[in-house]
């Protein structure tokens, strides 16, 4: 695979935060830490997979920024008990991940049961005080959805909400940074009964997901977030359409696919709708999570696309579960994963300060998403084709207004040019815009991606101040008759490297 090269220069710097209003009706910013690589497995479910997992990784110098503790880790459905059999010590275990600059993330429904199919303990310790308390909706009603029996919580119901806060308190104590918020409302009724009186499954949705967010970041104000469905068709209960409310959705994850080409077409289609109905931040679950195992091509695709969208998420149950870790497949396999997830990691200040801009003026991260074609823009200055198929054949049509440069190969192309090649494996569609300033990691210090040299590029960008939502704004001036950039921020010099494509 060809190597991206770089021309580096060393400049000179201090720091200022920044921060400014927003609409209220634009999408959130997401915390940097977020925007990276997440990692989980859902076969076997314990401490040492969990750790097994992150440090295989990391040992292969692969970054992981995230980890998802799924189903089960609680005692029953939703206690928030965890199950000390599957993870002995579970402050320790949180505590060793951040340690490795791991943030952790806990699956949750807003259910609570009384039969659970894969728990021995099969009543949830607070069923009860939930019924008594008039906090379920349905006056109560138990439903069976995919967990087993029980009810739903009424997050119309203030009282209820609070309540519900007061159960997660105790695992948010442990180092708890997010919440993958799953589903089960569907298989409360097309119309479900609440305090507020009758809502649509799909307005009661809003209140559910609105109240997991609310709590997150209320808890974790920089670093705090919900993982939830943006637009999906898959919901696995056949429930199709708009779940998470986009201005209250940290990141999205567009899930449940198998992991062979069927599965990548349909999260692709999935990416792009949730992107044409205003999410923000919408990651890819790379290899899919059931039915299909990816195949070494599949998989490397699927994180191809995934490098190009707000978060490289990375699990599932589709077994056997190594077909989701790329170096089971092969090294090169491995050496071309790692390859995408360092190349993702050092976009995340690009990723971010396009986020913040869609929050302080509304707009997406996933631009001209082409559903027909499988192409889309990340941010103004990126271009992408998703390769869905054996066949690294394809022809694609590069967005009009812009000069382009291809980022594997460096030849420049006109807007609007057409593009006709096979892609091997280890190569996909990828392309840079002409003029583009784009902020980047570069050994954990600003790294500043300058395109073209025919004359002075000027820009600005929000730089992320740590893993968090903190950010500073950053002016750009490059000059190519000296090949020297001027990075300021509030009128002072900053320390960065400049990159020259």
Sequence with gaps: MKAFRFLLIVLALALVSCKASAPVDTVPITPAWALGHIVWEDQFNTQEATLRLVNGYLDRGIPVNGVIIDSPWSTSYNNFKWDHNLYPEPEALLSELK?????????????????????????????????????????????????????????????AVQWWYGQLDGVLADGVDGYKVDGGETNYGDTVRTSVGPLTNRDFRRYYYDA????????RPETGIILARPYSTRSGRGVNGHFANPVK?????????????????????????????????????????FGSPSTEAQLLRYAQFGALTACMINGGSNKPFENHIAWWHSPEAGMAYKELALFHCRLVPYIFSTLVD?????GTLIRNADLENETHMLGPDFFTKAITSDDGHVRFTLPEGSEWVD?????????????????????????????????????????????????????????????????????????????EA?????????????IIH
């Design 358 to 362: 869609a929050h302080l003026h509304g």
């Design 212 to 219: 997991m967010y609310d709590y997150a970041v209320s808890r």
């Design 99 to 159: 340690g490795k600059g791991v943030h952790s993330i806990l699956w949750l429904t807003g259910c609570t049961n009384t039969t659970c199919n894969d728990r021995e303990q099969q009543k949830s310790d607070n069923f009860d005080e939930a019924v008594e308390k008039g906090y379920a909706v349905n006056d109560g009603e138990q439903a069976h959805w995919w967990k087993g029996d029980g009810i739903h919580i009424d997050f119309t119901n203030p009282e």
């Design 407 to 483: 980022m594997h190969t460096g030849e420049q192309f006109a807007g609007g040019t057409v593009i006709e090649r096979e892609y091997g494996i280890y190569e996909f569609p990828l392309f840079i815009r002409v003029g583009a300033i784009v902020p980047m990691y570069d050994e954990g210090g600003m790294g500043v991606m300058v395109c073209g040299r025919d004359k002075v590029l000027k820009g600005s960008f929000h730089w992320p101040e740590g893993d968090g939502i903190a950010y500073r704004d950053v002016d750009v001036r490059y000059d190519p008759a000296t090949d």
């Design 486 to 498: 001027t990075v300021t921020s509030n009128g002072k010099p900053l320390p960065h490297v400049l």
């Design 249 to 289: 959705m940290s990141l999205g994850w567009c899930g449940d696919f198998a992991g062979d080409w069927t599965g990548l077409k349909e999260q692709v289609r999935d990416v792009y709708n949730s992107a044409l109905a205003g999410y923000g931040a919408v990651g890819t679950e790379i290899g899919g999570f």
